[in-house]
């Protein structure tokens, strides 16, 4: 499969390093893509291929997708671009750095896994396809209401300390690390960890408390997530 970057697809005659920097006291994945740009009739074509290049990253902020393998993408910014065109040959060279603040690659479909709660205790299994945990997004929506509700991935475990009531729905996200009562922020109202879902596979738990009606449809959204 070909690389693409935004709306870019480089060719074969593209090649790809990869190496991770610590910045700031955290990993950042450096890409560094090399070409050329041949088979053009003129300079003119080799510098709107260039240009285009260029501008498929931004310096400004990390939101140019890249992708390096099928199904799989990170987020990057533009850090560097050389690029030079020969006359003699008509080729046009380049050389792209491309950073990533979050060096993991994440898979571009999403995992939905739905789970009906009947009773406190509740189980639901899931597994990631990556090598590393999967940060899910666990929206509980109440059938009556939910008294300190509470899911754990048997390490880290969330409460949020308050009622959850008929129709609300409360939103655990671990990507962000925040949670949200019908879209409002109630985060300073939980403790604990954020759950994770391993490679090897998670078991979800979920507890309230005794006075709760302990039902709740919910759904578990992930995506796998690659180092």
């Known amino acids: 499969m070909a ?24 990993d950042e994945r450096l890409v560094i893509v090399s070409g050329a740009i041949a088979g053009k009739s003129s300079v003119t074509q080799i510098e709107a291929a260039l240009d285009a290049i260029l501008d498929a990253a931004s310096e400004a902020d990390y939101s140019a997708e890249l992708s390096l393998r099928p199904g799989r993408r990170l987020y990057v910014r533009r850090r560097k671009f050389q690029r030079e065109i020969s006359l003699g040959p008509l080729v046009g060279s380049f050389v792209l750095e491309l950073e990533a603040s979050d060096p993991f690659e994440v898979s ?31 929206a509980v ?21 308050g009622v959850v009531e008929n129709a609300k729905t409360l939103v655990i996200d671990s990507e962000n690390t925040a949670v949200t009562l019908d879209g409002e922020d109630v985060t300073p109202y939980t403790q604990g960890e954020f759950p994770v879902i391993a490679p090897e596979g998670t078991t979800l738990t979920y507890t309230d408390g005794a006075s709760s009606s302990h039902t709740a449809n919910a759904t578990i959204t992930f995506r796998d997530r690659w180092w």
Do not use: C, H, Q
Request: aromatic share 6%; charged share 20%; no cysteine.
């Open 141 to 161: 929506t109440a059938v009556g209401s939910l008294v300190n509700p509470m899911i754990s991935d048997g390490v880290n475990s969330i409460l949020y300390e």
């Open 3 to 26: 690389v693409t970057l935004e709306g870019v697809t480089f060719g074969e005659l593209t090649t790809i390093k990869e190496k991770y920097e610590e910045v700031g006291g955290r």
């Open 108 to 138: 571009s479909a999403e995992t939905v896994v739905n789970w009906t709660i009947a009773a406190s205790g509740a189980t639901k299994a899931a597994t990631s396809a990556g090598n590393v945990e999967a940060r899910p997004v666990i």
